[in-house]
């Protein structure tokens, strides 16, 4: 096993381990760990709730999660010799849950979970049609997650960061907060809000203290968005086996992460919507010197994925164009489109006898693959969502015989605001 440089006890709250991480962007986080080029190591992860979603039959904790304390991440960890301009190579060897914990209290020993949140709480990609809080566990056997809420459903993990990034300069975090709040503005009351400004409750800045936390606390930029840096991005191929290249902007790059995934459907669309759980994390890190400018990369990472996705090979896929349920024509909208997919695949996956938020569920924890299928043909963007057939104990394909019809069991558990 790699050197351990960021351990975590499963038995302590993220604010009192040995070290703290943090849950704020804000470049005067001064780094906990040091590493060098060409390093070899291993960083464990907190669940992003720290362990506030417990593994029972009620959704009440989803619709109460305390939002303001995420992500917990692990870091700041410095690279030797980074500086602005460089990019940052992250090689991921292994990920996974916690190590040799079949069963336990915290998200990643034996389970994890799949949640919607309240609209008034954040909501989802489909907050207008499933504006409660649910939440579904999944249990993990040799790999493959199966669920008590999600019956006939089996598949393999695709296990991932959905958190990882640099530090922004202090430049650049004005950058984000300008825009983010100018965003605000136009609809500050809009529920769901259209941007999450920096909240000092709940910030959690590694060690620092004094003056410099109370400034830095007002400043800290809320690590739910991906941004430049990289950050929550949630991309379920960055699996193992992946390299990445990050932008540098402050020295040391001062690398962090978390959010680990069991599993994702592209979109993460139910938004808590990945299998979360706690775990660790196996890095390697190298530098190219002035890389930034060389391959012109001014923002956003690269990355080159992993080949340990499960191997899917028959699926069945859905379509959506830019029209609004009630036929308005929009735009060329993706976003739309993509949701039209989603419910279009939720429509057919009820006819066999899951709830629309089971199968909401499912799209949103299995590997089902979304795509932009079409977004030059106006005024119709067209996007594609492709479900594994594998996935299910049953035929999923259409047939002559119709649908069968499968026992939908104790259902998803709800808790309403």
Known sequence: MPQKVFPLDSNKKFTDQQLIGHNRWHPDIPAQVHVKPGDV??????????????????????????????????????????QPGDLLIVDILDVGPIPQE????????????????????????????????????????GGKATSRHVPHVEFTGIVHPGLMGTAPSHDLLRKWNGREQALIDTDPQRVPPLALPPQPDSAILGSLTGDDFER????????????????NQDIKNFTKGSRVFYPVFVDGANLSMGDLHFSQGDGEITFCGAIEMGGFIDLHVDLIKGGMSTYGVSENAIFIPGNTDPQYSEWIAFSGTS?????????????????????????????????????????????????????VDIPNSCSTVYLPTGIFDFDVKPGKDGPARVDPGMGVPVARA
């Open 41 to 82: 190591f291993r960083v464990d992860c907190r669940e992003w709730f720290d362990g506030a979603i417990v593994n029972d039959d009620s959704a009440d904790d989803i619709l109460h999660a305390p939002l303001n304390s995420v992500h917990v991440l692990s870091g700041p960890i410095a690279v030797e010799g980074a």
């Open 102 to 141: 079949d069963s336990g209290p915290l998200a990643g020993q034996g389970w994890g979970y799949t949640g919607v949140f309240a609209k008034t709480n954040g909501g989802g990609f489909l907050t207008d049609h499933f504006p409660d809080a649910y939440k579904v566990i999944w249990d993990f056997r």
């Open 216 to 231: 830095a606390r007002n400043e800290a930029a809320r690590t739910a968005p991906p941004r430049e840096n990289g950050g």
């Open 323 to 375: 029209v609004t349920l009630d036929n308005e024509q929009r735009y060329l909208d993706s976003h739309l489109s993509y949701q039209r997919a989603c419910l279009h695949a939720i429509d057919y996956l009820t006819t066999f006898g899951y709830t629309p938020i089971q199968a909401y569920m499912i799209l949103g924890a299995a590997p089902i693959e979304g795509r932009l299928s079409g977004v």
